[in-house]
């Protein structure tokens, strides 16, 4: 109940967008993912994997439908995000990462 009241109260929130644009704006270019909500890892645990890496992660949301949780990376620091999120078991649902390219 308390999940579908903040995803509805999250659907007005245009303030994490615009400052989300702004960072990306600032760190081209830039790598954009997609993790599933249910895949039990939120945006503080994601947050925390990568910054152990020294990976900088903004622009934390949930998509409209508040199925997927999206965030940016630097682009040079997108191959390890996605090494990183495929060695924790972290479902990807987009990346910029080529996958032929990454493990050939």
Request: aromatic share 14%; net charge neutral; proline share 5%.
């Amino acid at each position: 109940m308390i999940n579908k009241i903040l995803n509805i109260g999250s659907a007005f929130d245009w303030i994490t967008p615009s400052v989300a644009f702004v960072q990306d704006s600032r760190n081209v270019p830039v790598g954009h993912f997609g993790i599933p909500v249910n895949c039990s890892w939120g945006s503080k645990e994601i947050k925390r994997l990568l910054g152990s890496y020294d990976v900088h992660v903004w622009g934390l949301m949930f998509n409209f439908e508040g199925d997927v949780l999206l965030f940016t990376v630097k682009k040079r620091d997108a191959e390890l995000t996605y090494y990183l999120l495929r060695r924790m078991g972290i479902p990807i649902i987009y990346s910029p990462v080529d996958i032929m390219d990454t493990f050939s």
